[in-house]
């Protein structure tokens, strides 16, 4: 099994850093990207790191990673509650999925607390801020070894 992973990023996290600071953080999404690199390396993952405020996007990298990618990790952000067309694109990819949210949506809006993207991820990780795309990557880097044992 391929230890790439795509690491897919939804609507508005290209203003990480600067968007509500008090929720998100003040670390920008190249600050997560940087850490996501270091720690790919340590667990010999490779890793495509995209962000896009286009629905469609997010749709065509998970179709290209269903030909070439061991797992995807992915922040749908505002996706998560809305996108049926996500999750269609995310059930036909064959490796593990593991969502990732900054902030604990639990504890936000009740709007939030729906994800279209959960009836599919093999896990979800959220209220971790930024450090739970590096959890996301080291729980794919196991599933992708108990997959190739």
């Known amino acids: 099994m391929s230890r790439l992973v795509y690491v897919l990023n939804g609507p508005n996290l290209n203003l990480l850093g600067k968007r509500q600071p008090h929720i998100y953080g003040h670390e920008t999404l ?3 990207e940087a850490e996501c690199r270091k720690v790919a390396d340590e ?5 495509q790191f995209h962000q896009s405020n286009r629905e469609y ?18 922040n749908p952000a505002a996706f998560t509650h809305t996108s049926v067309a996500i999750l269609d694109a995310l ?12 902030s ?13 993207v959960s009836t599919r ?24 070894d108990e997959k190739t044992s």
């Open 104 to 116: 604990n949506v639990h504890k936000r809006e009740a709007f939030r607390h729906h994800s279209f």
């Open 121 to 144: 991820a093999d896990g979800v990780i959220a209220g971790f801020g930024t450090q739970g795309y590096t959890l996301a990557l080291r729980r794919l880097a196991r599933l992708i």
């Open 30 to 32: 190249a600050d997560v």
């Open 91 to 102: 059930n036909t990819f064959e490796g593990p999925v593991i969502e990732i949210h900054i």
């Open 43 to 47: 667990l010999r993952l490779d890793i």
């Open 57 to 74: 996007e997010i749709i065509d990298w998970v179709h290209e990673a269903r030909e070439v990618a061991g797992g995807i990790a992915i």
